[in-house]
């Protein structure tokens, strides 16, 4: 099979508030192979932007503290490069789009100019400065020329029709989508392996995420990208990624490909949360919702964060942390139902 | 159910146009005019509940503030149980607000977060029943326990409640001065889906046991299906189709709401609809003349798109669709336009 490129293992990171200490994550362990679309899901405050932050290292620290585990990408630990090392592997190695796409671009410059900073710095850094590298580099002038026309390119793969003239636009003569997709072009200018989507499509409008959606797709199948695609969303889940990790309360509590996960989700909490999904099929008064409200990460419960609003509450629990229990090979689940009694049907 | 008698719609809004002026030139003089909401015509039976669908910037949310007359509609009528709220005064119209509320989008924006709960709720009897402070404080548990929150919330403020309760606050709120419509702009849209159906099924059983009518504003279908017996799909100010919900789902026939719904992620990976993947956006430029969605629509077109705006025309049993494709092809012997 494809080689692991990213390997995330027990992961805790803290943050330093006025009430103490916040564990954001209690030991997150995930893996992506090469060309892998990756599924994080959970609800608010699970902790899945902090995972997926915590690859480029871009939490701020402090307040931020990692105090166990380690990110492995390609091989190496990237918690234990420097500031200086990690810059140059985030432009080599990593792109990232966020939510919103209005706050992400400089309403004070065009299009053009972000995006040639972007291909410029995500191509150019870290290139060895000595003299004989600076007879042969081609003059800035010459670069930005360069940069132009590889930021053209950009925004042509991304869909944006008539490329070369809205180059010149400033991010408000572009729609939400639009908006979007000159992102994606941003974040793919260093010809990243691991493109970072953070709930890429919350801010926009069906029809137009279900263009998204379908761009991120094709760019996997073009550029043989890896994708972490971070949503609350289960049907975008459904709709574009191959694997999937459900998060609730700073751990991954169920991994699994997709279709499994939709067909026999195990842990209680991904019941539930497939069950709340109003569909088809569900009638009036037929919505379950689950219980309660995410615990305070302050102070969360002892044991298994869900026991509090868990229907099938045993006693371990509410004193020990859940291993992992294999139902198939690639299908994990963190949850006491499973590793003593497997008849436990549910 | 309750039973759908052919008596008179609680709700009855008429030819509803809402323009906002476009300034502009030399001395800043209208030039044109914004048409947020143009010709909208719809009924809500007592008891039922009529969803209004639409991506942002369709004009949803002004056709709700319309109804309450929070900004003046430009013209049209809203028969609210035999009154024509246009003609109202602003004293008349305070006093009917009494019988709609609106709960809105974001919980925590629209409570005041220097005031506690009771005071929150509570400011909603004073305001139009003028309960002493004892009486208030009785309707204000009595509306806690309601919506599922606990007496001991009555001195908390919004920020130490999550977003799901917040909500709850607004709704408690809303029912305080017993309305008989309810206008939900988004109401769950703020919040996760674990939440989000809580909230669902506490609207459902409100709408039971008060027998409360509900305008459902939306742009997430899966819940406006859960949700609404009669569904209005706005494009770009207009209404395009209008069908009791089974219908709008099972036999969508306007080429818009048949993209809308194959957009719709299913949370289930093995259904494997046909996805229409439309071009654009709602602000693609429009020509004044011509249907509004005829620079996305992916249907074979006819002449008259580009050139007469369709009709809203019932098609089949009280199945409207405004598309030049369903005014050509059928030729069906009643075609009276909508309401």
Same mark, same amino acid.
């Given at each position: 099979m494809a080689e692991k490129l990213l390997e995330i293992r027990d992961l805790h990171l803290e943050f330093k508030t006025f009430d103490g200490v916040a564990k954001v994550l209690a030991g997150v362990d995930l893996t992506l192979h090469r060309g892998d679309v990756y599924g994080l899901v959970g609800e608010t405050g699970c902790g899945k932007s902090m995972t997926a932050l915590s690859i480029p290292r871009l !939490? *701020?620290? *402090? *307040?931020?503290? !990692?105090?166990q585990g380690e990110i492995i990408f390609n091989g190496e630990n990237l918690l234990e490069k420097s500031e200086g090392q990690m810059e140059r592997f985030r432009a080599k190695h990593l792109g990232v789009i966020f939510q919103d796409p209005v706050t992400n671009l400089n309403p004070m410059f065009t299009v053009r100019e972000q995006l040639i900073d972007a291909v410029i710095f995500q191509q150019h850094y870290g290139t060895t400065n000595n003299a004989l590298w600076r007879a042969v580099m081609p003059s800035a002038r010459q670069r930005r020329k360069d940069a132009l026309q590889r930021a053209i390119e950009l925004l042509d793969l991304v869909g944006i029709p008539q490329a070369a003239t809205r180059i010149h636009d400033y991010p408000h003569q572009f729609s939400g989508g639009m908006r979007q997709r000159v992102l994606i072009a941003m974040a793919l200018a260093g010809e990243p392996d691991l493109l970072i989507a953070d709930e890429p499509t919350t801010a926009l409008d069906v029809t137009i995420q279900a263009q998204i959606l379908r761009l991120i797709k094709s760019l996997v199948k073009k550029l043989g990208l890896t994708v972490l695609l971070i949503t609350h969303n289960l049907g975008v889940v459904a709709k574009t990624c191959e694997k999937v990790a459900v998060m609730y309360s700073g751990r991954v509590i169920e991994e699994s490909p997709v279709r499994e996960l939709f067909r026999n989700p195990k842990h209680p909490y991904t019941q539930g949360l497939i069950q709340a999904v109003p569909r088809k099929e569900s009638n009036r008064g037929g919505l379950i919702g689950i219980p309660g409200t995410i615990p305070d990460l302050n102070h969360p419960p002892a044991g298994c964060r869900f026991h509090p609003r868990c229907p099938h509450v045993m006693a371990p629990c509410r004193t020990t942390v859940p291993s992992a229990s294999a139902m198939t090979s690639a299908h994990n689940v963190y949850c006491h139902l499973y590793p003593q009694m497997d008849e436990v049907a549910t | 159910m309750k039973d759908a008698k052919s008596k008179q719609p609680i709700l009855d809004v008429k030819n509803l146009k809402m323009y906002f002026p476009i300034k502009g030139g030399l001395l800043n003089r209208k030039i044109d005019d914004f048409k947020a909401v143009d010709d909208v015509s719809f009924s809500i039976q007592r008891g039922k509940t009529f969803g209004l669908v639409g991506e942002s910037g369709s004009g949803k949310t002004t056709v709700g503030k319309c109804i309450l007359r929070l900004v003046e509609p430009t013209s049209g009528q809203i028969i609210f149980d035999g009154a024509d709220l246009t003609r109202l005064n602003a004293g008349q119209m305070r006093d009917q607000r009494t019988h709609m509320q609106m709960i809105y989008q974001a919980p925590a924006a629209s409570l005041n977060r220097r005031m506690t709960i009771g005071q929150i709720i509570g400011e909603a009897l004073w305001l139009h029943e003028r309960l002493n402070a004892r009486d208030r404080r009785k309707r204000v548990l009595e509306l806690l326990d309601i919506v599922g929150l606990k007496s001991e919330h009555y001195y908390r403020y919004p920020h130490e409640f999550s977003g799901g309760q917040q909500q709850r606050v607004g709704i408690a709120r809303a029912l305080a001065v017993q309305p008989q419509l309810l206008i939900l702009d988004e109401p769950t849209s703020a919040l996760d889906v674990s939440v989000q159906a809580q909230i669902l099924n506490l609207l459902q059983q409100l709408q039971d046991e008060f027998d409360l009518t509900y305008l459902f504003i939306s742009h997430d279908l899966g819940v406006v299906r859960y949700m609404c017996d009669e569904i209005g799909l706005l494009y770009l100010g207009k209404l395009v189709e209008v069908a009791d919900s089974e219908t709008i789902f099972e036999q969508p026939k306007h080429p818009y709401t048949q993209a809308l719904i194959s957009a719709i992620p299913d949370p289930d990976p093995d259904i494997t609809r046909e996805e229409i993947i439309l071009t654009g956006d709602i602000h693609t430029k429009v020509s004044d003349i011509g249907c509004p969605f005829a620079p996305r629509c992916h249907a074979a077109k006819v002449p008259a798109c580009d050139t007469a705006l369709p009709p809203l025309v019932?098609? @089949?049993? @009280?199945?409207?669709v405004a598309c030049h494709l369903h005014l050509a092809d059928e030729d069906a012997p009643q075609k009276e336009a909508y309401a």
């Amino acid at each position: 099979m494809a080689e692991k490129l990213l390997e995330i293992r027990d992961l805790h990171l803290e943050f330093k508030t006025f009430d103490g200490v916040a564990k954001v994550l209690a030991g997150v362990d995930l893996t992506l192979h090469r060309g892998d679309v990756y599924g994080l899901v959970g609800e608010t405050g699970c902790g899945k932007s902090m995972t997926a932050l915590s690859i480029p290292r871009l !939490i *701020p620290m *402090p *307040p931020g503290r !990692i105090t166990q585990g380690e990110i492995i990408f390609n091989g190496e630990n990237l918690l234990e490069k420097s500031e200086g090392q990690m810059e140059r592997f985030r432009a080599k190695h990593l792109g990232v789009i966020f939510q919103d796409p209005v706050t992400n671009l400089n309403p004070m410059f065009t299009v053009r100019e972000q995006l040639i900073d972007a291909v410029i710095f995500q191509q150019h850094y870290g290139t060895t400065n000595n003299a004989l590298w600076r007879a042969v580099m081609p003059s800035a002038r010459q670069r930005r020329k360069d940069a132009l026309q590889r930021a053209i390119e950009l925004l042509d793969l991304v869909g944006i029709p008539q490329a070369a003239t809205r180059i010149h636009d400033y991010p408000h003569q572009f729609s939400g989508g639009m908006r979007q997709r000159v992102l994606i072009a941003m974040a793919l200018a260093g010809e990243p392996d691991l493109l970072i989507a953070d709930e890429p499509t919350t801010a926009l409008d069906v029809t137009i995420q279900a263009q998204i959606l379908r761009l991120i797709k094709s760019l996997v199948k073009k550029l043989g990208l890896t994708v972490l695609l971070i949503t609350h969303n289960l049907g975008v889940v459904a709709k574009t990624c191959e694997k999937v990790a459900v998060m609730y309360s700073g751990r991954v509590i169920e991994e699994s490909p997709v279709r499994e996960l939709f067909r026999n989700p195990k842990h209680p909490y991904t019941q539930g949360l497939i069950q709340a999904v109003p569909r088809k099929e569900s009638n009036r008064g037929g919505l379950i919702g689950i219980p309660g409200t995410i615990p305070d990460l302050n102070h969360p419960p002892a044991g298994c964060r869900f026991h509090p609003r868990c229907p099938h509450v045993m006693a371990p629990c509410r004193t020990t942390v859940p291993s992992a229990s294999a139902m198939t090979s690639a299908h994990n689940v963190y949850c006491h139902l499973y590793p003593q009694m497997d008849e436990v049907a549910t | 159910m309750k039973d759908a008698k052919s008596k008179q719609p609680i709700l009855d809004v008429k030819n509803l146009k809402m323009y906002f002026p476009i300034k502009g030139g030399l001395l800043n003089r209208k030039i044109d005019d914004f048409k947020a909401v143009d010709d909208v015509s719809f009924s809500i039976q007592r008891g039922k509940t009529f969803g209004l669908v639409g991506e942002s910037g369709s004009g949803k949310t002004t056709v709700g503030k319309c109804i309450l007359r929070l900004v003046e509609p430009t013209s049209g009528q809203i028969i609210f149980d035999g009154a024509d709220l246009t003609r109202l005064n602003a004293g008349q119209m305070r006093d009917q607000r009494t019988h709609m509320q609106m709960i809105y989008q974001a919980p925590a924006a629209s409570l005041n977060r220097r005031m506690t709960i009771g005071q929150i709720i509570g400011e909603a009897l004073w305001l139009h029943e003028r309960l002493n402070a004892r009486d208030r404080r009785k309707r204000v548990l009595e509306l806690l326990d309601i919506v599922g929150l606990k007496s001991e919330h009555y001195y908390r403020y919004p920020h130490e409640f999550s977003g799901g309760q917040q909500q709850r606050v607004g709704i408690a709120r809303a029912l305080a001065v017993q309305p008989q419509l309810l206008i939900l702009d988004e109401p769950t849209s703020a919040l996760d889906v674990s939440v989000q159906a809580q909230i669902l099924n506490l609207l459902q059983q409100l709408q039971d046991e008060f027998d409360l009518t509900y305008l459902f504003i939306s742009h997430d279908l899966g819940v406006v299906r859960y949700m609404c017996d009669e569904i209005g799909l706005l494009y770009l100010g207009k209404l395009v189709e209008v069908a009791d919900s089974e219908t709008i789902f099972e036999q969508p026939k306007h080429p818009y709401t048949q993209a809308l719904i194959s957009a719709i992620p299913d949370p289930d990976p093995d259904i494997t609809r046909e996805e229409i993947i439309l071009t654009g956006d709602i602000h693609t430029k429009v020509s004044d003349i011509g249907c509004p969605f005829a620079p996305r629509c992916h249907a074979a077109k006819v002449p008259a798109c580009d050139t007469a705006l369709p009709p809203l025309v019932n098609t @089949n049993e @009280n199945h409207f669709v405004a598309c030049h494709l369903h005014l050509a092809d059928e030729d069906a012997p009643q075609k009276e336009a909508y309401a």
